[in-house]
T-cell receptor
Framework: GDSVTQMEGPVTLSEEAFLTINCTYT??????LFWYVQYPGEGLQLLLK?????DKGSNKGFEATYRKETTSFHLEKGSVQVSDSAVYFC??????????????FGTGTLLAVQP | GAGVSQSPRYKVAKRGQDVALRCDPI?????LFWYQQALGQGPEFLTY????????KSGLPSDRFFAERPEGSVSTLKIQRTQQEDSAVYLC????????????FGEGSWLTVV
């Protein structure tokens, strides 16, 4: 079945450092890919998405490119801030694989940014 | 309200007790999802409604779990005879349509079974 694998955390960085959180997926159909973020004490929020191969999703300085050849959707940010500290979830939604249009999540990666 | 609203936010239940968790989706949203998130894990799909129809309940872990959305808006997730392994955050989410639309999540109901 469809699945998402993302790098384990925690990831601890200093402010202004470069961030990469790896995410790979397996899917039977043509999934859309997502990054959700969960700030402390808050619900899941959509950070960015890409719906087809080679699309780049971007928001708040974060970027991720849908790479079909490597089945990856790595999250990057050039300069992290303390306010980026949160748990980041990679997810897919396979609308054409014969399954319900539910999101399938990875296990999450905790990012801690130190001043 | 503007977002997905869940209640109660926190619930402590004694083992064997029944619990009911409520979800108010965003007004007009057709699709509604329930997820279970154990500590340190990603959300796991439980069930999906399109209006009042429960189209997928493949993620419900046992027959102690039951969900309904009788009028196509508010939904209730019921857990009977709770057990310690049911301790988790239960997330409700909604979206405007059944494909391609952004899925919005509530803040979750934290259930602890003691």
């Amino acid at each position: 079945g469809d699945s998402v694998t993302q790098m384990e955390g925690p990831v601890t960085l200093s402010e202004e450092a470069f961030l990469t959180i790896n995410c790979t997926y397996t899917a039977t159909g043509y999934p859309s890919l997502f990054w959700y973020v969960q700030y402390p004490g808050e619900g899941l929020q959509l950070l960015l998405k890409a719906t087809k191969a080679d699309d780049k999703g971007s928001n708040k300085g974060f970027e991720a490119t849908y790479r079909k050849e490597t089945t990856s959707f790595h999250l990057e940010k050039g300069s992290v801030q303390v306010s980026d500290s949160a748990v980041y979830f990679c997810a897919l939604r396979d609308l054409y694989g014969g399954a319900t249009n539910k999101l399938i999540f990875g296990t999450g990666t905790l990012l801690a940014v130190q001043p | 309200g503007a977002g997905v609203s869940q209640s109660p936010r926190y619930k402590v239940a004694k083992r064997g007790q029944d619990v009911a968790l409520r979800c108010d989706p965003i007004s007009g949203h057709v699709s509604l999802f329930w997820y279970q998130q154990a500590l340190g894990q990603g959300p796991e799909f439980l069930t999906y409604f399109q209006n009042e129809a429960q189209l997928d309940k493949s993620g419900l872990p046992s027959d102690r779990f039951f969900a309904e959305r009788p009028e196509g808006s508010v939904s209730t997730l019921k857990i009977q005879r709770t057990q310690q392994e049911d301790s988790a955050v239960y997330l409700c989410a909604s979206s405007l349509g059944d494909s391609g639309n952004t899925i919005y999540f509530g803040e979750g109901s934290w259930l602890t079974v003691v």
